[in-house]
């Protein structure tokens, strides 16, 4: 499928490393995913569900000791450790890669070699990066196929190029303690063996289109962010204003990309069109503005919560052309089911380990980390900007966290520096919901913590840096969907009403409202966040949420001066001086 030399000599030594006793290049196409399907099927490692409820969707099933992304076997190899950074495991290069050759020598020995060549972005975009996957599992073909642009085209825009990520997976024996997903950030490079879940073996996901992408976008002036985009279409506006947004993990992520306005909005004429659920390429561009990509073609999304009322448009996507994996599989009808879809759970099923399950058992019959590999093309609200080559532009960026008290409903920092300062320092709470108790914060930078592919310090400067060159910059805001009562009770309806916090933000980015300044950056007046239509949401409530503890905020401060402890002399400058203004501004 190509002359390229680069190419041809990366699956030369893979496939003198592994054996294989075939080699099959994957194109893309549905005769070829059609003839791989059934191959599966026939092995027994994937099986079809009901064609006419959910036509073209498909069950798996990893080994039960393969179910999530395994941070402590995940490493980045760059030459000097420091370069890794205090918040990445690091391996030195050669050492990692004599210690993977002894478990990938011979590991295909009696399996098939598959290349897949691949586009982060659309193909032939100034944003776009391409790969080549080389791996011995049918179900990462057919999980990259809807994961990323795959074809012959890629390989037609790669040319003769030697600016491509070379991955190599082999599930190998599935052995946990031989488990390793390494990154060579210098060497473009990605090795993954002895797992087959999608986060360790998707290598267009978070090792290339964050980690590897991260180091690049260091190098070449862009940023590669673990980020939402969404667009926000209002009558009163011209045109559809950009949103990109970052929160952790158990934050509404998907459901904000995805979001329904509430009826009176809707009534009005807003909509919300996502571009991306995950990953934003962050370019500066035309007039100087920022633009994003969500490099990714398909959404990798957890099952479990995902529901009618949660995520509607997300539980659209899935209803066809859709990889489920590890949730409980409904005999009765060959369909899917996991916990909180709806309160009908099957009688007749199998858990997610294939073994019979009893829905009164008290035993969950989905992994809590089970999925759904779904192509965005499918999903009711995509954005008609989804395979722009040139990207959105972003008129705000914003960061979250679930926070029980510290954090107000949303506030904007001062200026670029100061927003910055507020994504460095994103944290969450475990929260005793029941009893309202605060529990450990863990701070997530950007929510990048576990996805920067190089020392975090480098990376704030980076952020700083992008903020000199581009000159009509996105206003950056913080918000937190999760303010406790003090009977431990959200306060915040959240879901679709988070519209209202959007549309606040949106007119601050028109400069269409005025702000009130707090210790730590601008709250919205009371009667700014709009509550027509929430009947247990007063203007009180509202004061109550946009409220700021000065003690707390000062105990917060002292948290964040521990946490920049981790970063030594690389932390920048300016981020020190923030924390400053945010100690003197808590000291007036």
């Known amino acids: 499928m190509t002359d390229n030399k680069q190419v041809l000599e990366f699956i030369e030594k893979s496939k003198a490393l592994t054996k294989p006793d075939n080699v099959v290049w994957i194109d893309g196409s549905e005769e070829q995913i059609k003839q791989l399907t059934e191959q599966a099927v026939a092995a027994g490692e994937i099986y079809y569900l009901n064609k006419k409820l959910l036509p073209g969707c498909l069950l798996h099933r990893t080994a039960e000791n393969d179910v999530a992304r395994v941070e402590h076997r995940t490493f980045i190899c760059t030459k000097r450790q420091i370069d890794a950074g205090p918040t990445n495991n690091w391996m030195a290069p050669q050492e990692a890669y004599d210690k993977l050759s002894k478990h990938f020598d011979g590991s295909m020995k009696g399996r098939t070699m598959y290349i897949i060549p691949f586009s982060m972005g659309v193909v032939g975009s100034p944003f776009s990066k391409i790969g080549i996957e080389i791996t011995d599992s049918i179900y990462v073909v057919l999980n990259m196929i809807i994961m990323t642009r795959v074809g012959s085209n890629v390989l037609d825009a790669l040319g003769s190029s030697n600016d491509f990520v070379r991955g190599l997976h082999a599930k190998a024996q599935l052995s946990e303690e031989n488990r390793y997903i390494c990154h060579f950030p210098e060497d473009n490079t990605i090795w993954s063996v002895n797992s087959g879940y999608g986060g360790n073996v998707l290598l267009g996901k978070k090792c290339f289109a964050l980690r590897i992408a991260s180091f690049q976008g260091k190098k070449e002036g862009w940023l590669a962010e673990h980020m939402l985009i969404l667009g926000i279409e209002r009558p009163q506006d011209k045109e559809i204003k950009y949103v990109a947004a970052a929160f952790p993990s158990a934050c509404g992520k998907t459901n904000l990309a995805m979001m329904i306005p509430p009826e009176g909005y809707y009534n009005k004429g807003y909509r919300v069109w996502c571009v991306g659920d995950d990953i934003a390429w962050i370019r500066k561009g035309e007039g100087g503005r920022l633009y994003a990509v969500n490099p990714e073609a398909g959404f990798f999304g957890v099952a479990p919560g995902t529901n009618a009322k949660s995520n509607p448009n997300a539980l659209a996507t899935t209803k066809k052309d859709t990889i489920f994996t590890n949730v409980v599989h409904n005999l009765d009808d060959n369909t899917v089911w996991w916990e909180g879809l709806d309160k009908n759970p099957p009688k007749n099923a199998l858990d997610w380990k294939g073994n019979k399950w009893d829905y009164t058992s008290n035993v969950k019959g989905a992994h809590p980390n089970s999925r759904f590999t779904a192509k965005a093309s499918n999903c009711p609200c995509i954005s008609s900007e989804f395979e722009n080559p040139q990207g959105v532009p972003l008129s705000a960026i914003v960061f979250g966290g679930r926070r029980a008290k510290t954090a107000p409903l949303v506030y904007e920092a001062r200026d670029w520096e100061h927003g910055i300062f507020i994504g460095s320092i994103m944290a969450s709470e475990t929260t005793a919901a029941a009893s309202g108790k605060v529990g450990v914060v863990r701070r997530d930078p950007m929510a990048m913590l576990p996805f920067c592919g ?35 009770n959200f306060i915040w309806p959240g879901f679709g009403d988070n519209l209202r916090v959007i549309d606040w933000i949106i007119d601050r980015c028109e400069g269409k409202t005025d702000a009130v300044q707090s210790p730590i950056g601008n709250l919205p007046k009371t009667e700014d966040i709009n509550i027509d239509g929430l009947d247990d949401v007063s203007s009180d409530t509202i004061k109550e949420l946009l409220s700021v503890d000065i003690e707390m905020w000062k105990k917060e401060a002292e948290g964040i001066e521990e946490f920049y402890q981790k970063f030594g002399n690389k932390l920048p400058e300016n981020l020190i001086n923030q924390l400053s203004i945010l100690k003197q501004n808590l000291n007036k």
């Open 454 to 488: 190089y020392h975090m310090g480098d990376y704030f400067q980076h952020w700083l840096d992008i903020g000199k060159t581009a000159e009509n910059k996105p206003k950056i805001f913080n918000v937190n969907w999760f303010r406790l009562d003090d009977d431990g």
